[in-house]
């Protein structure tokens, strides 16, 4: 069942995609291609008092394709892969051990982004707004300390697919018939992650995510 929710998934938001493609309202397609830096943490409900989350940081990587509704709205549809999760740290007999939580996603966003640039600026600031689905691709917990380490997947304890919206700003700066742009976002997770939870209890995605890219 969760396999075929998830082919579902994909099958509705290709669906999308291709509808968006072949719509004649578009003035303007722009392919990009961008990566950076995630910095993630995780909401749990009731809240974990024993041993705090931190933020963890990981890589984030992918590719845009910016559909102009006009000069200064656009429609923007990714996909990118997104390392997420959360570390936590405790002492065991004067020996610190750190436990990170690795959850990695196939991230599928569809923003809406105002752009309003200056006549004659080459500088493009940009904001944007809108919702995404994710994909999990991977779960895995590493524990370090005392000079060793252990590792344990724990996918199966993660649901197959989360939601949320995506809220961010963008510089961009023309060169030649493209542009580099700067992006700063940040992913608010609205499901529950992880299988088996009591009524009350949830586990929810938080990420910033700092990437730097170029539109063709």
């Known amino acids: 069942m969760k396999k075929l929710s998830k082919s579902l ?5 290709t669906l999308l995609l291709v509808g ?11 392919f990009g291609v961008k990566g950076g830096l995630s910095l993630s943490n995780l909401t749990v409900k009731p809240e974990e008092t024993a041993f ?15 559909l102009g509704l006009s000069r200064m709205f656009s429609v923007q549809p990714e996909i990118l892969y997104v390392q997420k999760g959360s570390k936590a740290s405790e002492t065991v007999e004067g020996v610190e051990l750190t436990g990170k939580y ?3 996603y196939v991230e599928v966003p569809l923003l809406l982004n105002f752009s309003f640039a200056k006549p004659g600026s080459s500088f493009v600031p940009s904001v944007y707004a809108g919702p995404y689905a994710g ?8 524990i370090t300390g005392g000079g060793e380490s252990y590792s344990q997947d724990f996918k199966d304890e993660i649901k197959d697919t989360e939601f949320g ?16 742009v700067l992006d700063v976002r940040y992913d608010v997770g609205l499901t ?11 586990v929810k995605n938080k990420t910033w ?8």
């Open 20 to 30: 968006l493609l072949a719509s004649p309202g578009f003035s303007d397609i722009k």
């Open 52 to 66: 705090p989350f931190d933020n963890k940081t990981g890589v984030v990587g992918g590719i845009s394709l910016n």
């Open 209 to 216: 995510l700092f990437m730097l890219g170029y539109c063709f």
């Open 165 to 180: 919206l995506t809220f961010g700003i963008g510089l961009g700066k023309k060169i030649g018939h493209g542009k580099i």
């Open 135 to 142: 994909f999990n691709a991977r779960a895995k917990i590493k």
């Open 9 to 13: 998934s994909l099958v509705v938001m």
């Open 102 to 104: 690795e959850i990695d």
């Open 192 to 202: 529950n992650i992880a299988e088996g939870m009591a009524e009350g209890e949830s």
